[in-house]
């Protein structure tokens, strides 16, 4: 039996399915799925994204995952669980690239459309029906279908009522999935899953809940009104929630999203300016590119720093105008820097980009930036060469 509507051989059924207009939709192991797109060879292979002795993994196929590779997983416990693995040097430009066009897609179905990352994002497409001719649940099996087709990779679909439930839902049968999650399903399907299935709860939260006896979503959902609250702040006045399912944030537009960073872990720790300036280079580099890439700029600029006793440390200024361009962010953070060397030495350095505003706004220079302009124009023309040409063909000189 196949789907009227797509062909298809995999069909859903629920008794709420054409009622459900919230949907999380999330790209599979995105970065490796694309090198095993555009590299054959690679197709039945264990891939890593990642590298250094001291970096970690930014993913992983799903082949490389059944011998317990994670993403942000260290690179030297990773390729001790997967000595076969071939591992790919990141490519953002490449990745920026597919993401954007991905997300023009996204946004053809609907322009409330919140992305969460590169490769994640939440869709409501309430309202829609008239304009695709049918419910939510068929528009996005088509979405589905084409991606796959004209893309050549692979997205897994959460739908649901609500931003929680769409994004637990999406999770339940990757890769190339697409599950349906409602209130009505939370006590079957939610209330079994240990604490650390929640998203949001990591592995520190997961080993006190379990210590203070919530080993299972039941546990949260049966706790006393107040209780959890009481024992874990906010923590515990969300998860009071969403054990019940229950999730009042709206999908918020791209113009809302909160912050752009990047950060490296060294392959040693450093401790002098000399080395670490070219680092902090490199990163305000790349997050006026991943800006550009998105359309935003912002008016915040982040410093992190953690030393090699896992201090962490944290510096941020505000600029005058908004900024998409690296180098006006370079030169920002660099008093910084020298601020902080004496706190060294380093095992980690991060770069951040907030306060987003109106990208037309970005840039405009003053008596204090007056070369803003030119830098902005000169990185929008690099942006061009690495799209046309790929990584590495051109670079700013330190």
Not at 25 to 33: E, G, L, Q, S, V
Not at 101 to 115: F, G, K, N, S
Request: one cysteine or more; aromatic letters at 4%.
């Amino acid at each position: 039996m196949r789907c009227g509507s797509c062909g298809s051989r995999r069909l859903i059924y629920h008794d709420q399915l054409n009622d459900l207009a919230i949907a999380h939709i999330d790209c599979d192991a995105f970065f490796a799925a694309i090198h095993k797109r555009d590299q054959p060879e690679l197709r039945d292979k264990p891939v890593i994204v990642g590298g250094g002795k001291r970096g970690v993994v930014a993913t992983c196929c799903y082949i490389a995952r059944a011998s317990g590779v994670r993403s942000a997983m260290a690179m030297f416990k990773a390729l001790k669980l997967c000595p076969q693995a071939h591992v790919v040097s990141p490519n953002m430009a490449l990745y920026s690239r597919e993401g954007r066009a991905i997300r023009h897609a996204m946004q053809a179905l609907t322009p409330l459309v919140e992305a969460v990352s590169i490769d994640e994002a939440y869709l409501d497409l309430t309202g829609t029906q008239r304009v695709h001719n049918g419910p939510p649940v068929e528009t996005l099996a088509r979405f589905q279908h084409k991606i796959e087709v004209d893309m050549g990779l692979t997205v897994s679909i959460g739908l649901s009522h609500n931003k929680f439930l769409a994004k637990t839902a999406s999770e339940l049968d990757k890769p190339r999935g697409f599950a349906i999650m409602t209130q009505s399903d939370v006590k079957a399907i939610l209330w079994p899953k240990p604490v650390s299935f929640l998203h949001g709860v990591g592995p520190s939260l997961a080993k006190r809940l379990e210590r203070d006896g919530y080993r299972q979503v039941g546990d949260l959902a049966g706790a006393p009104p107040g209780q959890l609250a009481s024992r874990y702040g906010e923590h515990g006045d969300r998860l009071a929630l969403i054990a019940h399912g229950i999730d009042h944030r709206r999908v918020e537009t791209d113009s809302e999203r909160k912050s752009i960073s990047s950060e490296t872990t060294f392959h040693h720790d450093l401790k002098l300016h000399s080395d670490l300036e070219p680092i902090l280079i490199r990163l305000c580099a790349k997050i006026g590119q991943l800006s550009r890439a998105k359309g935003l700029a912002g008016q915040v600029v982040t410093l992190k720093l953690k030393t090699s006793s896992f201090k962490s440390i944290s510096r941020r200024v505000t600029l005058k105008d908004p900024t998409a361009t690296g180098r006006v962010i370079l030169d920002a953070l660099k008093p910084m820097l020298t601020q902080e060397i004496p706190k060294g030495p380093f095992r980690l350095m991060g770069v951040a980009l907030s306060g987003f505003a109106l990208s037309d706004l970005a840039d405009r220079g003053d008596l204090l930036s007056k070369h803003a302009p030119k830098h902005a124009a000169l990185e929008r023309a690099m942006d061009g060469i690495l799209a046309r040409y790929g990584k590495g063909v051109i670079k700013t000189g330190g």
